[in-house]
């Protein structure tokens, strides 16, 4: 069946590292993929998305590409910010009509 | 533009009670969900309505959680009795009606339950 699966956590860093964290997804057909971020006490937030093979969603200096070869969606900022300390969910949606599929999430915390 | 507004925000009961969580979706979204998400997981789907009929309830835990969504727009989320294990935050989402896989789904901040 449709799964994502997303590395496990928690992700230390040091402010201004670089960051990966790694998303892959087992689907049939062709879904949309999403990164989204959920900040202490709060809800989920769209962080970005992609809707083909190749394309790259960006947002707030984070980036993925949707990679069909390596069916793989990995998360990337060049310069992480202590504000950026969250959970990242990876996930999928294979129709206009059906639900979001969510990987486990990866708890991210950056030291000043 | 307004969000997904859900209430209580909090709600401490315990086990065999019962509790309510309502959820107004985005003005115009056809689709709402309902989502569990248990502490340190994933948040995964209870129920997904279209308007008001039901598109997809296979996780619901039917004999003690329900659904409804009488006219296609505010939504409830009942659970009678209720279980230790059902303490999670309760998501509620909504999204536009056709288009794409691609279509964003909006959540609200949630509904944190912990039963006692």
């Known amino acids: 069946g449709n799964s994502v699966t997303q590395m496990e956590g928690p992700v230390t860093l040091s402010e201004e590292a670089f960051l990966t964290i790694n998303c892959t997804y087992t689907?049939?057909?062709?879904?949309?993929l999403f990164w989204y971020v959920q900040y202490p006490g709060e809800g989920l937030q769209l962080l970005l998305k992609?809707?083909?093979?190749?394309d790259k969603g960006s947002n707030k200096g984070f980036e993925a590409t949707y990679r069909k070869e390596t069916t793989s969606f990995h998360l990337e900022k060049g310069s992480v910010q202590v504000s950026d300390s969250a959970v990242y969910f990876c996930?999928?949606?294979?129709?206009?009509?059906?639900?979001?599929?969510f990987g486990s999430g990866t708890r991210l915390s950056i030291r000043p | 533009e307004a969000g997904v507004a859900q209430s209580p925000r909090y709600k401490i009961i315990e086990k065999r009670q019962s509790v309510a969580f309502w959820c107004n979706p985005i003005?115009?979204?056809?689709?709402l969900y309902w989502y569990q998400q248990i502490l340190g997981q994933g948040p995964k789907l209870l129920i997904q309505?279209?308007?008001?009929?039901?598109?997809?309830d296979s996780q619901l835990p039917k004999d003690r959680f329900s659904a409804e969504r009488l006219k296609g727009v505010d939504s409830t989320l009942k659970i009678q009795p209720a279980k230790l294990e059902d303490s999670a935050v309760y998501l509620c989402?909504?999204?536009?009606?056709?288009?794409?896989?691609?279509?964003?789904?909006?959540f609200g901040e949630g509904s944190w339950l912990t039963v006692v």
């Open positions: 989402a909504s999204s536009l009606e056709g288009g794409s896989s691609g279509n964003t789904i909006y």
């Open positions: 992609a809707t083909k093979a190749d």
């Open positions: 003005s115009g979204h056809a689709t």
């Open positions: 689907a049939t057909g062709y879904p949309s």
């Open positions: 996930a999928l949606k294979y129709s206009s009509a059906s639900k979001i599929i």
């Open positions: 309505f279209q308007n008001n009929g039901v598109v997809d």
